[in-house]
């Protein structure tokens, strides 16, 4: 329902030519006033229930169609943390509460048209505009991983609100550093290749959270010491 809500939001947009568009601001306050509902999304290294859970999925699949546009991004964020739907470097967090955004500006000489849809658990962005580049010119990008960063522990935290026999595992996430490579072809012989951006993700441990909250103190005592070893 987020993605379906992000991309709606932005369906339909036409931007001049110099126009900018923020997707932070086109989606609108991710609150359940403007339709959005509680979901996943990165906070501190964990997992948490946010309104607007997911919209990230939407600025990463525009972000992607930007960079096939060759538009001029002006404006992007990696997540804090690898996500799997695409490959390193190509993702474009928002957030918020951290600033992060997705920005873009049309710098050709003719409007675009933005559309934007989902059906059948995908969404799909479309830029229309006139093609002014020569039918030999192709672009094409790629992630490099540079770096992977093992976790090499787990992380127990005691909750003191929960009862004994409540516990919450997330995963851990391996760490990347990672760049994005723009390649062009001009009639099928590469004539550039650059990098556009390069993106940190931190590596965080497998984390249980357990409960402790009990009136028997021999309960408290066994699952403090299971806790520590």
């Known amino acids: 329902n987020n993605i379906k809500t992000g991309a709606s939001k932005l369906d339909g947009l036409v931007v001049y030519p110099g126009g900018t568009i923020s997707v932070s601001e086109a989606i609108g306050?991710?609150?359940a006033e403007n339709g959005y509902y509680p979901a996943g999304s990165y906070e501190n290294g964990t997992t948490v229930e946010t309104y607007g859970g997911g919209i990230c999925q939407v600025s990463t699949t525009l972000y992607n169609a930007v960079l096939l546009s060759e538009l001029e991004v002006t404006q992007r964020s990696n997540h804090s943390m690898i996500i799997s739907y695409v490959k390193p470097s190509m993702?474009?967090?928002?957030?918020?509460s951290?600033?992060?955004d997705f920005k873009f500006v049309n710098n050709l000489d003719y409007p675009i048209y933005i559309e934007g849809y989902t059906g059948g658990k995908q969404i799909t962005f479309?830029?229309?505009?006139?093609?002014?580049?020569?039918?030999g010119h192709k672009v094409k990008y790629e992630s490099e991983v540079l770096s992977t960063t093992e976790p090499d522990s787990e992380k127990i935290i005691a909750d003191s609100s929960?009862?004994?026999?409540?516990?919450?595992v997330q995963s851990?996430?391996?760490g990347y550093k990672a760049q994005l490579w723009k390649i062009v072809e001009e009639n099928g012989v590469e004539v550039s290749r650059e990098v556009i951006n390069t993106s940190s993700y931190k590596m965080t441990p497998r984390t249980a959270t357990v409960g402790v909250k009990t009136d028997n103190a021999v309960y408290a005592s066994r699952?403090?010491?299971a806790i520590a070893s």
């Open 162 to 168: 929960q009862g004994i026999g409540f516990v919450s």
């Open 91 to 96: 993702d474009a967090a928002i957030a918020e």
């Open 29 to 31: 306050p991710t609150t």
């Open 98 to 100: 951290s600033g992060k």
């Open 126 to 135: 479309v830029i229309y505009g006139v093609e002014t580049r020569d039918p």
């Open 172 to 174: 851990a996430h391996i």
């Open 223 to 225: 699952i403090q010491a």
